[in-house]
């Protein structure tokens, strides 16, 4: 099949910074980096130890965890167009403002107490996924820069700041894509199974995003013959 190829993803500034470790790796497994394509396994540099990794910028979330978690936002003037168990949903016209609170759920129930800061890593995970994957699969994100929202935004920045972007208004798939290679949460309590045991392979599941239901289980039958989905996206989505 030929030489397989490592790709060092262009994503991060410094992502050059981590070539020599590549290179140790390629040679290892005889195979190339994505800056030696065209090369054969034979010309990549003889390493005999791994390079020293790079140090990495600091980048600070941002996150004060002595301040009380966000449980509840409230911006007068715009309309909430939803609350889900986290994340709240504001109506700006053509667009929509979403803003992950620090609200705490589990098994489908919003616990009384919240994480400081919870709110702000799963924007931040959410986004670094979003823009990692942009060349891949186009997604719904406009910015996440309060400094872009609109003006009338502005006096809320302390509960939007790192926790919120303005995304597009799109026909909505109510279907949820979960990948385990561990059992644990409703999977274990629905077959019984030792919460942390490990898989023999992956399991991909659907799941209908329902709160009324509870976000039930379901398959790719269910999803094409009841219309949340048709043939053409539940392949996309698997």
């Known amino acids: 099949t030929g030489t397989p190829i490592v790709f060092v993803h262009e994503y991060a500034a410094d992502y050059r910074t981590w070539e020599p470790q590549m290179r140790y790796f390629a040679r290892a497994h005889r195979c190339v980096t994505s800056s030696q394509r065209g090369y054969p396994p034979s010309d990549v540099p003889e390493e005999n130890e791994p390079p020293p990794l ?14 009380p978690p966000l449980l509840e936002t409230s911006l007068p003037g715009f309309a909430l167009w939803r609350k889900g168990k986290v994340r709240d949903v504001y109506d700006l016209g053509d667009r929509l403002l979403v803003v992950a609170t620090d609200r705490l759920s589990a098994f489908d129930v919003v616990l009384p107490t919240g994480i400081p800061g919870k709110g ?12 990692l994957l942009a060349d891949v699969a186009p997604h719904h994100v406009v910015t996440a820069d309060v400094a872009e929202y609109p003006e009338a935004l502005a006096r809320f920045r302390d509960q939007l700041e790192g926790r919120s972007m303005i995304v ?3 026909e909505v798939v109510p279907v949820e894509c979960v990948v385990r290679n561990v059992c644990a949460g409703s999977m ?3 077959y019984g199974i030792a919460e ?5 392979e992956p399991i991909f599941e659907f799941f209908l995003k329902s709160d009324a239901l509870h976000d039930p289980l ?8 009841l219309g949340w989905a048709n043939a053409d996206e539940i392949a996309q989505m698997k």
């Open 120 to 131: 702000i890593l799963l924007t931040q995970m959410s986004l670094f996924w979003f823009r």
């Open 188 to 190: 274990a309590k629905r």
């Open 168 to 170: 597009l208004k799109t």
């Open 54 to 67: 790079p140090r990495q910028r600091a980048r600070p979330m941002k996150i004060d965890p002595k301040a």
């Open 218 to 225: 379901c398959n790719d039958d269910h999803i094409r013959v």
């Open 196 to 200: 942390g045991t490990r898989l023999a």
